[in-house]
T-cell receptor, first 112, second 114 residues
Framework: KAGVTQTPRYLIKTRGQQVTLSCSPI?????VSWYQQTPGQGLQFLFE???????NKGNFPGRFSGRQFSNSRSEMNVSTLELGDSALYLC???????????FGQGTRLTVV | AQSVTQPDIHITVSEGASLELRCNYSYGATPYLFWYVQSPGQGLQLLLKYFSGDTLVQGIKGFEAEFKRSQSSFNLRKPSVHWSDAAEYFC????????????FGTGTQLKVEL
């Protein structure tokens, strides 16, 4: 059974640009969550989607957005990139509500 | 707001020695509790979870954790550490009835001396 797949694995972007990251959950999983991991702030929750609806949102500016498609695949978008957005972005999928989350390998975003 | 504290930033143990990583949480009710492990540049791998029931839970790779409600703790243990256990360990909580939103501790970096 394939795990959570995140693409791309690495990205380098310039300040002011926007970026889209993709996440394919484990087959049959309906919940997808996104996290940002940085050395200074640690692991922080961005948002969660369940059956195409955003169910939870963390404390991030509106530049961070996401969506989920009918096949449960999810994308997150960051507009007007700042240097501080450089981080490892992790996606996690869960079968349904209140079950354990399985993480992908992450996308390493570097903003220069 | 819920929070998770991992008081030990770094721990060094000798191979074959026992290990205990501490985790305390702050939450109004009993949350769902998890331990994850992360190797450099990789994602998070779930070691074990506690939802309800038996307070001693077994996980993968020989790890176990004990939930103590009175101490708001969920410490991770392993009787004999292997060099391959060197990694960063994260304790996390999710609110009951609050979806799959995890709050993580700051992590404990484990070094294993041969």
């Amino acid at each position: 059974k394939a795990g959570v797949t995140q693409t791309p694995r690495y990205l380098i972007k310039t300040r002011g640009q926007q970026v889209t990251l993709s996440c394919s959950p484990i087959s049959g999983h309906r919940s997808v969550s996104w996290y940002q991991q940085t050395p200074g702030q640690g692991l922080q929750f961005l948002f969660e989607y369940f059956s195409e609806t955003q169910r939870n949102k963390g404390n991030f500016p509106g530049r961070f957005s996401g969506r989920q498609f009918s096949n449960s695949r999810s994308e997150m978008n960051v507009s007007t990139l700042e240097l501080g957005d450089s981080a490892l972005y992790l996606c996690a999928s869960s079968l349904q509500e209140y079950t354990e989350a399985f993480f992908g390998q992450g996308t390493r975003l570097t903003v220069v | 707001a819920q929070s998770v504290t991992q008081p030990d930033i770094h721990i060094t143990v000798s191979e074959g020695a026992s290990l205990e990583l501490r985790c305390n949480y702050s939450y109004g009710a009993t949350p769902y509790l998890f331990w994850y492990v992360q190797s450099p540049g990789q994602g998070l791998q779930l070691l074990l979870k506690y939802f309800s029931g038996d307070t001693l839970v077994q996980g993968i790779k020989g790890f176990e954790a004990e939930f103590k409600r009175s101490q708001s703790s969920f410490n991770l243990r392993k009787p004999s550490v292997h060099w391959s256990d060197a990694a960063e360990y994260f304790c996390a909580v999710a609110p009951t009835g609050g979806g799959n939103k995890l709050t993580f501790g700051t992590g404990t970096q484990l070094k294993v001396e041969l």
